[in-house]
């Protein structure tokens, strides 16, 4: 099956700065990609998605980018603000819709 | 919010019993999902289900059994209650691949 690989597991960001996490998938068959961002004893929300057939997606201060052939895809958010401090999940959709997610990275973004 | 709702929101439970958890929506959506979150391990898919008495396995059903008999429950059971099985559950529903999948508010179930 699918398995989704997710760096850092912790990011620590001085207000204004950008935020790169990095995300690798198993399944060439993958054709969908979303972003979830997850605040302290709240359910995951989806903040940003990509298809297979686009090489990047952007949506204000959120940014996408997908590298089939290398199978990677990076979430960035730019001018990082303290709201954005949460815990961010990428995930891989495969076969039979079955969504993959990796292991989280915390995001702490210092004033 | 989506139209999902997870029952019972919190529970406690020995070890050796059997526990129902209960995903329901009303959104018609052809997909559901049982998620569990642990530290460490993210979101790890235990069943899920793409239409009524069509279930699959995740990565980690050992333990779990689930049923849909209607487009809008999806049931996890516990047959056995352990304390590794302690943790917090999410659903998920969506209505078409490669859609936004949205999430309930969680259960959080202690196994003693």
């Known amino acids: 099956g699918e398995n989704v690989e997710q760096h850092p597991s912790t990011l620590s960001v001085q207000e204004g700065d950008s935020a790169v996490i990095k995300c690798t998938y198993s399944?060439?068959?993958?054709?969908?990609f979303p972003w979830y961002k997850q605040e302290l004893g709240k359910r995951p929300q989806l903040i940003i998605d990509i298809r297979s057939n686009v090489g990047e997606k952007k949506d204000q201060r959120i940014a996408v980018t997908l590298n089939k052939t290398a199978k990677h895809f990076s979430l960035h958010i730019t001018e990082t603000q303290p709201e954005d401090s949460a815990v961010y999940f990428c995930?891989?959709?495969?076969?039979?819709?079955?969504?993959?997610f990796g292991g989280g990275t915390r995001v702490l973004v210092k004033p | 919010d989506a139209g999902i709702t997870q029952s019972p929101r919190h529970k406690v439970t020995e070890t050796g019993t059997p526990v129902t958890l209960r995903c329901h929506q009303t959104e018609n959506h052809r997909y559901m999902y049982w998620y569990r979150q642990d530290p460490g391990h993210g979101l790890r898919l235990i069943h899920y289900?793409?239409?009524?008495?069509?279930?699959d396995k995740g990565e980690v059903s050992d333990g779990y059994s689930v049923s849909r008999s209607k487009t809008e429950d999806f049931l996890l059971t516990l047959e056995s209650a352990t304390s590794s099985q302690t943790s917090v559950y999410f659903c998920a529903i969506n209505g078409q691949k490669n859609t936004e999948a949205f999430f309930g508010q969680g259960t959080r179930l202690t196994v003693v």
């Open positions: 399944d060439s068959a993958s054709n969908y």
């Open positions: 289900s793409y239409g009524v008495k069509d279930t």
């Open positions: 995930a891989a959709t495969a076969a039979g819709n079955k969504l993959t």
